[in-house]
């Protein structure tokens, strides 16, 4: 789970990074990419098809919500940002409840067998989760830090300003933040979904989750957002193991609280120094 929790907390840092928009439809984004797969599973598509129409059909889905919300608005803010995407969140759960109904939907488990280390009962799905995720995020950080494209987002995150000055498009850098975002909530959508059952609902929790160890990293790296994802799942799994599991989904929020109180910058993130 905490690889999980590192693909959207990515798709957090991908967003904020870019246009400082907090995007409290990220999770959504994972819960609708995991029904879409399902749905096209059932219709008699391969998964490797189905998972690649679930990641373009999310893909879309946010690019169409930067263009139709984000990119009208002239003078963004944190609040503005906040209600704008909660308001796309609710419509997107209004929709899945709609196409899906209430009920929980798995998906189909990727290629391989469980098998048993060491006394522990390991399912071939979570070695995908951990591959894929492992894959993901070394292509996310090679594209920000060896490619022109990323190096122009990365230009539009630290210096907005110069950004403009030597021709780099904002707009056109929020639109592909929100493309990459959408991107990264996909595949742990279709990750998660053959072990935990996707409904209109699962979107929240993951969103929550992520946000959680996105603002562990300080909300503007990737290397930090991937390691506050593994922390957060390693810690929920330890409350649960030796505490209680009823505590488990209490990790996130705690965790929350701590880091705001303790450092507001995230315990991953740099700290920062103004000139007066």
Not at 104 to 128: E, I, R
Not at 176 to 195: D, M
């Amino acid at each position: 789970m905490g690889a999980i929790y590192a693909l959207v907390a990515m798709g957090f840092v991908a967003i904020y990074t870019v246009s400082h928009v907090i995007n409290l439809a990220q999770g959504e984004f994972a819960a609708l990419a995991g029904l879409v797969a399902i749905s096209a599973v059932g219709s008699g598509l391969p998964l490797p098809a189905a998972v690649l129409l679930a990641i373009a059909t999310v893909v879309i889905v946010a690019a169409l919500m930067q263009r139709l919300t984000i990119a009208p608005v002239k003078r963004m803010t944190t609040l503005l940002s906040i209600i704008l995407t909660l308001g796309v969140s609710t419509t997107l759960k209004a929709g899945m409840l709609l196409i899906w109904g209430p009920e929980g939907h798995d998906l189909t488990p990727f290629p391989g067998a469980s098998f048993t280390a060491l006394g522990v009962a390991v399912q071939s799905q979570y070695l995908w989760i951990l591959g894929v995720t492992a894959v993901v995020a070394l292509g996310v950080n090679w594209f920000y830090e060896h490619t022109l494209t990323g190096k122009a987002l990365r230009a539009c995150a630290e210096q907005p300003t110069a950004a403009r000055l030597v021709g780099i498009s904002i707009a056109q850098a929020s639109l592909l933040s929100f493309a990459i975002a959408g991107g990264l909530g996909a595949v742990a959508g279709v990750l998660a979904s053959p072990i935990y059952f996707t409904s209109w609902t699962a979107g929240l929790t993951l969103g929550l989750k992520g946000f959680v160890a996105a603002v562990l990293g300080g909300l503007v790296s990737i290397r930090g957002a991937i390691l506050g994802g593994l922390l957060l799942g390693v810690l929920e799994s330890l409350v649960a193991g030796y505490i209680d599991s009823g505590l488990r989904d209490a990790v996130a929020f705690i965790v929350l609280i701590v880091v705001l109180v303790v450092r507001p910058g995230g315990f991953l993130g740099q700290r920062t120094v103004a000139r007066v």
